[in-house]
C-alpha cells in the first residue's frame, strides 16, 4: 500500500558523528518533522568495504553515528549496512527502500553535513510539489532547497521569489514517478558499482554508461550520473536562489579544509524567513534550460570519449512499469 502524507527525510551516514549530529538538530527543528508529520531513517553505511575489504572507518565511528541519531530521533529508523557499501548503493537501498516497498509519493534525501535553515522542508515540499503539478509541463526532476550560498542577504531580499538551476544534488527532494523514470537508465551504472569498491569504481565502464546517453560530465558519481539521467528524460533540476542551508562538511571524500573554504562554504546567510511564492519558469525557459544543459554535456561527451570503443551498459535491466 502507497504511504500517504508527506513524504520522509532520509539521512545518509558514515564516520562523522559530529556532522552527523548538526545535520540532525536541523532536521529535528523542522515544522514538519518536529509535529510528526514525517518519518526520519537513517541509511548508516559499515565500516569494511564489502568488495576490497579495505577498512574507511572505524567501529567505534559508525556506533558513534548510530547512537547520535537514535539520541536526537528515539523513534527514527535505522538501517545499518553490515559492510561498507559506498556512498552510491547506500543511495540507492535508501531509495529503493521508499519507493519500491513503501512507495511513498516523494521523499527527501540529506547527507551527513548540511545544516537546514527554519525553513528548509517547507521550501522542498513547495518545490516537489511544482514539480509534480501540470505547472511543471512534466519538465521537472530533482529539486533542492540549499539556493545561492555565495548569495549576501540584502541579494536573497531582492531575489526571494527567483528559481534557479539545481548544482549537486545535495538535501534533494524527488518524487516517485521521477524516480521510476530515471532508474532504468541509472540501473546500469548501479550494477557496476555493485561490482567493486566504489572509491576505486572503474572509470571506463561508467564512461561506457555516459557515452550510451550521448552526454558526459567529468565526474563519475552517483550524483553525476542522476543529473545525466534527469537531461536523458527530458527534464531539469531546480532550486531557489534564497540561500536555505550552511555546508559543513569541510573534511570528507569530497573536500578537504582547504577545497572547502575555496569554494566559498561556511559563510553562508541563511534567508531568514519563509518564502511562500516562486515564480516558475515558463515552459519555454525549461525547455531552453534543457537543451543547454544537454548541449553542454553532448559537447563534453564528444570532447572525452570521441571514437573511443568503451564497453556497451546493459540497459533494460530495471523496467519502471513493474513497479507503477
Known sequence: MAAGGLGPVVVMSFNRPAYLRQTLLSIAAQASVADGSREVHLFQDGAVNFHSGTRYATDEEIEAAVATFREVFPHGTIHVAPRNIGIALN????????????RFPSAAFFEDDMVLGPHYLATLQRFLDYAASPASFGLVGYVAAYGHH???????????????????????????????KVREIIDPYIRIVSDCDYRVRPKARIGGVHKSLGMATHALSQDAMKMLATYAVGRVRLMPFVCQARYVGAEGVNFTPESWA????????????????????????????????????????????????????????FLAEEHA
Open 91 to 102: 543511495f540507492d537501498r535508501a531509495e529503493r527502500y521508499v519507493f519500491l516497498r513503501r
Open 262 to 317: 575555496k569554494r566559498g562554504y561556511g559563510h553562508e546567510e541563511i534567508f531568514p524567513e519563509e518564502q511562500a511564492e516562486f515564480d516558475w519558469p515558463e515552459e519555454r525557459s525549461l525547455r531552453l534550460a534543457l537543451e543547454t544543459a544537454r548541449g553542454q554535456h553532448a559537447a563534453h561527451c564528444r570532447q572525452v570519449y570521441g571514437d573511443r570503443d568503451l564497453p556497451v551498459p546493459p540497459f533494460g535491466t
Open 150 to 180: 555565495r548569495a549576501k542577504l540584502a541579494e536573497q531580499m531582492a531575489r526571494r521569489r527567483e528559481v534557479m538551476n539545481l548544482g549537486h544534488a545535495w538535501g534533494y527532494g524527488v518524487t516517485r514517478e521521477h524516480w521510476l
